[in-house]
């Protein structure tokens, strides 16, 4: 654009319009071997900034702060709501007391192997209001969940059958001890971070863990002994922004985020997708053994827990019931049979 300079007769051009910086921290309490936290710095952030950068109106300034820098595992989402992180990742799986309703999939256990169908139901349960509202009450907006995929048993042992369980301690995040009720063994809270040391160390004697990130924790060295139980699919956590933060970005920078968490979402599925297989190959080449779960004790496993939902509901309220039936309902949508009907019974 330019301008008639006052009674010169030329032209003079006006400076252009100054580019905003936006300075943004994303923190996450795992370390980038995992591939929710590789794919907030190789998919979503490049992603945001890649859409900006189409008008330069405003550029993003990034710090990153993972593996537990900033936020611990079961801190991210204080951290966030506290404002010493803006946004990152919130494993609700740790989070079952305050973020009860979003860890519906983790009572609701053999499930869909398929983290591509667990996803796509999460993602309807998260439109709707009593979801969202559980999100507001922390001060947090939701962008992306990410699922993990089908859940099995790294042990020390050998298991071919339930009673191979009795008086072993199985290490999990919280919600998915309740899968071993009945079965002998005994729950002990724990996470990704700390199985292989509480493993190596006797705290335990194995740990519930999915096969894409048991290679990369390397439990193969301690726990040699995976049992495909196919305890289904779940969704653990997802990329949030603390509302704050959020309300006060301009309308582009908003819309740069929700393509960055679509993005995120569906790359990390598809390398999900591509990596289970590899991680099997990797863990049998490592010197570890995979064996699956004979149906008849597959079915034992299923059939001799108590409804992990009854208590969930006493928890979580009234609003759990109308969320257990949308999750449920909705897979059911995509042809799949649950081996147990939890919310009918």
């Known amino acids: 654009m330019a ?37 907030l710095r190789e998919t979503f952030i490049p992603t945001v900034d890649a859409e900006l950068a189409r008008t330069g109106k405003y550029k993003m300034q990034w710090t990153e702060a993972y593996g537990g820098t900033l936020a611990k595992i079961g801190s991210e989402l204080e951290t966030m709501q506290q404002g010493i992180s803006d946004m990152g990742l919130v494993a609700t799986v740790f989070q079952s007391s305050k973020m009860p309703l979003n860890n519906v999939t983790y009572f609701v256990p053999y499930g869909p192997a398929d983290a591509n169908v667990v996803t796509k139901a999460i993602e309807y349960v998260q439109g709707l209001p009593e979801l969202t509202a559980e999100w507001n009450k922390h001060n947090l907006v939701y962008l992306a969940g990410f699922c993990i995929d089908n859940y099995g048993i790294a042990t020390t042992f050998p298991i071919s059958k339930v009673d191979d369980l009795k008086g072993k301690k199985i290490g999990g995040a919280g919600p998915n001890l309740a899968w071993f009720k009945n079965t002998g063994a005994v729950g002990v809270q724990g996470s990704l971070n700390t199985f292989y040391n509480d493993i190596k160390t006797g705290v335990y004697d194995g740990a519930i863990a999915f096969m894409t990130s048991a290679v990369p924790a390397k439990l193969f060295e301690v726990a040699p002994n995976f049992t495909a139980a196919d305890m289904g699919a779940m969704y653990a956590g997802a990329v949030a922004i603390n509302k704050g933060r959020w309300d006060k970005l301009p309308d582009e920078v908003k819309a740069a985020f929700r393509r960055g968490a679509n993005a995120y979402k569906g790359t990390y599925l598809v390398e999900q997708s591509a990596r289970i297989e590899a991680s099997q190959a990797a863990w049998l080449k490592a010197g570890g053994k995979i064996v699956k779960l004979p149906p008849a004790e597959q079915a034992k496993m299923i059939r001799v827990i108590p409804n992990p939902t009854r208590d969930w509901i006493k928890q979580a309220g009234a609003p759990a019931k109308k969320v257990l039936s949308a999750y449920m309902d909705s897979v059911r949508a995509t042809g799949y049979k649950f081996a147990r009907d939890f919310d009918k019974e």
């Open 3 to 39: 301008v008639l300079a006052a009674g010169l007769g030329f032209s003079v051009p006006l400076p252009a319009a100054a580019q905003e910086s936006i300075k943004m921290t994303m923190a996450a309490g795992h370390p980038p071997i995992f591939l929710w936290v590789k794919h």
